[in-house]
């Protein structure tokens, strides 16, 4: 088979383009911020592009971490570094409007301040660190009564007013609000650990307060397990519930009065709270105009999906293109930050070629035969193939994978994949039955 596929081998050209050393980083959050800093500091040019008006992102909710740091003094030290960094040139109020080039060579349009004016930005690399946003649930009075509130809300407000904690006689909070069903099927993996912390810090102003949480299933992994137990020592009450009979709340005269099943006792518990807290996680930013500009994948939450979860957890599909932070999933800072220090590593990797070598295992098309029929616009997962002004598919070697789908849904038998082609693959069968004969 294989000589005879041999026969009619052609030879295959690879071919090389320039590289563009500068990095466009897409958010500024504490995720973008870092690995724009982390770029920067390795002497490469960095465009740091928010969509808002200042830095930050969804850290600046926050006041500390589980391991009890003081997240608003590193942030503004972070800030202050990214912001003054010679080699970081910093756009806010941006917003991409357009995407096209290729690894090592794209070429980004934007739309700046607030006048909108537009501006292209040349780049060899593109990193997402588009981040995330607070979910707010429709549940459990919340925004309806000023004693409930969410984890975010609470860990300000411990923070700001730790003397309020001092009149708190019973605090409950409730896991899972608004995720993990069907209209949001995903885990926020950082609700467990804001309310182990919460809780902490409620037992440790005021101990004589009752905290109780409820569960549906509680995940303090790693090494924040010791966080779980520190909680059940200090006297925070942990109780499951069950999706079919979750926890009621109600409001009487301004107080509230929390209704669960202790599965332990098999009774109806009331609580009468001076405080009840929702762990409600976080939802991705609206990635999806995005992901259609820059022809990307996402997962069905709306985060954007990397190349391989294990061999290549920061890569996007398409070579050049890396993702981080809580754009890629839900994270605590700490991951977060980590995931931003391995996408720019995995860019300087890709930017230390002086030239890209193209792979020589690209579709091309035979536009005598194209009808323009779309089935390989469809059909390509990569949205490579596209229709020219000729009116024919034409596919950019330099961004195919070389995958074959195309090809092989093309009714016209237009589009071959180098080395793959239909007459070389004809004969390995031919030369099999042959044997087999």
């Not at 925004?143 to 984890?151: F, G, I, Y």
């Not at 709270?273 to 990635?287: E, F, I, K, N, R």
């Not at 999806?288 to 061999?311: D, I, N, Q, W």
Request: charged fraction near 20%.
């Amino acid at each position: 088979m294989a000589v005879a596929g041999v026969a009619l081998a052609r030879p295959l050209t690879e071919h090389t383009l320039p590289m563009n050393k500068s990095i466009l980083v897409v958010g500024g959050g504490v995720t973008g911020m870092n690995a724009a800093l982390a770029l920067a500091d390795r002497v490469f040019r960095v465009h740091l592009v928010e969509k808002g008006a200042r830095l930050g992102g969804l850290s600046v909710e926050l006041r500390r971490t589980l391991e009890g740091d003081d997240v608003q003094a590193y942030l503004l030290d972070l800030i202050d570094r990214t912001a003054h960094h010679p080699r970081i040139q910093l756009l806010t109020r941006a917003v991409i409007v357009d995407h096209s080039g290729m690894p090592g060579l794209f070429r980004t349009g934007l739309q700046v301040g607030p006048q909108m004016f537009y501006r292209q930005i040349t780049h060899g690399v593109t990193i997402l660190a588009t981040g995330a946003l607070p979910h707010r649930p429709r549940e459990y009075l919340l925004d309806e009564h000023p004693a409930v509130m969410t984890q975010l809300d609470l860990d300000r407000a411990i923070d700001d007013r730790p003397e309020k904690l001092k009149n708190w006689e019973k605090v409950v909070m409730i896991q899972c609000v608004g995720s993990r069903n069907e209209q949001n099927p995903n885990c926020s993996r950082v609700c467990c650990q804001a309310a182990v912390k919460n809780s902490i810090h409620i037992k440790k102003l005021n101990p004589e307060a009752q905290v109780y949480v409820l569960y549906r299933d509680l995940r303090t992994y790693g090494l924040m397990e010791e966080y779980y137990q520190e909680a059940r020592r200090l006297g925070v009450i942990f109780t499951r519930f069950d999706t079919e009979a979750p926890p009621q709340v109600a409001a009487d005269n301004g107080r509230l009065t929390v209704t669960f099943r202790d599965p332990i006792i098999g009774r109806d518990l009331e609580v009468d709270a001076d405080l009840v807290a929702l762990s409600a996680g976080m939802v991705p930013t609206d990635t999806e105009e995005l992901a259609s500009l820059v022809k990307l994948a996402r997962t069905p939450e709306g985060y954007f999906m990397e190349a391989h979860v294990k061999l290549r957890p920061v890569d996007m599909a398409t070579e050049g293109l890396f993702v981080c932070g809580t754009a890629h999933s839900p994270q605590l800072l700490n991951e977060s930050i980590s995931q931003a220090c391995a996408a720019a590593a995995r860019a300087i990797t890709f930017l230390s070629q002086s030239r890209l070598t193209l792979s020589a295992v690209t579709a091309r098309v035979e536009s005598d035969l194209c009808a323009a029929c779309l089935i390989c616009v469809r059909a390509c997962p990569y949205g490579v193939p596209r229709i020219n002004a000729e009116g024919v598919s034409e596919i950019d070697e330099a961004l195919c994978h070389g995958c074959g789908i195309c090809a092989a849904e093309c009714p016209a038998k237009a589009i071959q994949l180098n080395w793959y082609e239909d007459d070389q693959l004809l004969c390995k069968i031919d030369a099999l039955m042959e044997a087999v004969a």
